[in-house]
Structures are given as C-alpha cells and as structure tokens.
C-alpha cells in the first residue's frame, strides 16, 4: 500500500503536470529493456512516473531516498545553478523538503542508485526487476555538454549490460527515449543492443554514444521547440532544438 500522502501528491500531478503522449512504442522490445532518456530537469522523471506504458522502475540516486541527505544533494544537484541572488530561497526549500522527499521517492516506481560499495545493490535490483520483463528508466546526464539537446551520459550505466549476461545470459536492449516537455511527448528510437563479446569499457563508450546520439537525433527530428536541460537554468537560456552548425 503507497504512503496516502504520496497518493495524494500523484492525484494533484496528475492534475496540474502537462499530459505526455507516447511516440514509437514499436521500438520497446517486449520483455526486459533498459531505458536511457534526457532528463530535462524534474519533466524526466515525473513524466516517466506518470505516462510510461507498462512496468517500469526508475533510477534514483538513493539521497533523494534518505532523509538526513536530501537537503545537501537536493540543493547541490537542482538549485545551485540558480541566479546567485535568489540561491537562498532555494537552499531553504531544500532543508524543507526531506520528510517529503523520503516518502515520495521511496513510494515511486524507483530503485535506489548507490555511488559507493553498494553500487552493486542497485544492478542486483535492476536484474531482479527486468527478469520480471520489467523496465528499467534510467536518466544519466552529467553536467558536460555535449550538444544542444543531451549532456554527456554517465558510463556506469552501461555496465548493467554486462551484470545482466554475467546472470541471464542475454543481452539486454537499450533504447533511446527524447522527453519534450515543449511538446508533451515521450518519444521512443531503436534500441541497440549489448554485445558481451566485447570489452565492458568499449561497449559503454558504444551504448552511450549511441544514445546520446541516438536521442539527440530524435530532438532534432521534431519541428522547432525549446530543449528543457539538465541544468536547472533560467528558462531564457533553454535551447532550440536547430541542428549547430
């Protein structure tokens, strides 16, 4: 049974957060995938939350799950990006915010992402879901840039690739999804495949730069918008989706 103030918190987005259609569901393989989307600010998750078809469970640094550690991350990781003069503000909202944090993120489709020893907690848990034929949502951008649409991807990810075989012996699919909040859409691309004859380091360099690519291309594919970020920026710096030169 979900906590009733996360229930309550899902009925309101439900209401006031935009509703987003689902494009190229023909390119979700049916059984376990790994899905790898741009995660434009909060739009990714809660989208993703709300809209995405079928099973799915998403990736969540596990601070946003642990009550004494919200307010630093939440901080650091959303609003420290923010206009200098109005930084206060949003460093009190984030020592306001971890009752509320902890009960949703921990009542969300999510697994915990662990940056330490545990990391490997989070690929256990993975697995366990996706041999349900679950997906797995995973947003990975860093704060590089790497064009107008995507920053750059964290690798580790990728190596939930290698994990599943080592247990499953298969390779598991990932595939590239744009979030375009301008439009409402989730939209879905071919997926490429995990290939475990190669070398862990290559295929994450292959799987990444595919998808960044991949989900780029289908920024670009869309007619003229505003890219929503990663980086919680003013709304005047939000990019057009043009192709650079």
């Not at 797995?136 to 990728?158: D, K, L």
């Not at 475990?196 to 380091?201: G, L, N």
């Amino acid at each position: 049974m979900k906590h009733p103030v996360f229930r309550l918190i899902k009925k309101i987005a439900y209401i006031v957060f935009p509703k987003y259609k689902v494009i190229g569901m023909e390119n979700i393989p049916d059984g376990p995938a790994v899905v790898i989307g741009n995660h434009s600010q909060a739009h990714g998750p809660v989208s993703v939350e709300l809209y995405f078809p079928g099973e799915h469970y998403t990736w969540c640094i596990a601070e946003m799950m642990e009550k004494d550690k919200v307010a630093e991350y939440a901080y650091r990781d959303f609003w420290s990006k923010k206009p200098v003069i109005i930084r206060p503000f949003f460093k009190l909202v984030a020592h306001l915010i971890p009752s509320l944090s902890e009960i949703v993120f921990t009542n969300a489709d999510t697994l915990p992402v662990y940056k330490d020893k545990r990391v490997f907690k989070t690929f256990q848990l993975s697995v366990e879901k996706l041999e349900q034929s679950a997906k797995i949502v995973i947003f990975p951008e860093e704060y590089t840039e790497y064009n107008n649409i995507v920053h750059r991807f964290q690798r580790g990810f990728a190596y939930l690739g290698k994990y599943y075989y080592r247990q499953e012996g298969q390779d598991i699919p990932f595939v590239p999804m744009y979030v375009c909040p301008a439009r409402g859409e989730l939209v879905f691309g071919e997926p490429i495949y995990y290939d475990h004859t190669k070398k862990s380091e290559e295929e994450a360099e292959r799987i990444c730069g595919y998808l960044q690519d991949a989900i780029s291309e289908i920024a670009y594919s869309l007619p003229r918008h505003r890219v929503v970020p990663y980086p919680n920026v003013s709304k005047k710096k939000y990019p057009y989706n043009e192709r650079l030169l």
